[in-house]
């Protein structure tokens, strides 16, 4: 089965079996090597292009509506929003952030001490509702599927939209939405 093209793929994570890690461990030269470290470009070009949106919407403020991986899991390890979000943040972009799944209090074990390590700061940035994002907010980026966000219509008026996961379904990008792969 070929691979998706970077062009039409949402923006998705690595399989939680680490991809760096496989293709590190994979004997080199062959193609199913090769077709590995695609996918990791493929993957690190979709995290830049989701980052030349933001930047084009033209705003400061930014709401992000999941940071885990997938919805309905708190894992933040290879979450490209966390990375998304580092990059926003280092541009000196404001950002408010919602994921239902993500609590400081309820993490645990190797997930708690990678947000230690890496994005302490991130709790400052929470927020407990979707509406306290998108009053803070000029600009609503999407990073998951959650069914909770699917359901969005009037909570989002006024915002562009940018929908990297298609939680929004079929919508087709206009100057209000602007989805990965649309």
Known sequence: ????????TTLVPEPKMDLR?????APGGGRAHADLE???????????????????????????????FKAGTDDLRESPMVTLIEMLLGKGYQLAIYDR???????????????EREIPHIWTLMCSRI???????????????SKE????????????V?????ALGGRVSNEQYQGICC
Do not use: C, K, W
């Open 131 to 145: 509406d306290e994002v998108t009053e803070r907010a000029d600009t609503v980026v999407i990073g998951n599927g």
């Open 101 to 115: 799944d993500v609590s400081q209090a309820n993490l645990i074990s190797a997930n708690r001490e990678y947000i």
């Open 162 to 166: 940018i929908d990297l996961a298609r």
């Open 1 to 8: 089965m070929p691979l998706p093209s970077p062009l039409t």
């Open 149 to 160: 966000f699917r359901s969005l219509n009037g909570e989002l008026d006024g915002r562009m």
């Open 21 to 25: 890690a496989v293709v590190h461990r």
């Open 38 to 68: 695609g996918i990791l470009d493929s993957n690190r070009r979709q995290l830049e292009r989701a980052f030349h949106m933001v930047q084009a919407a033209g705003s400061r403020r930014f709401g992000i509506l999941g940071l885990a």
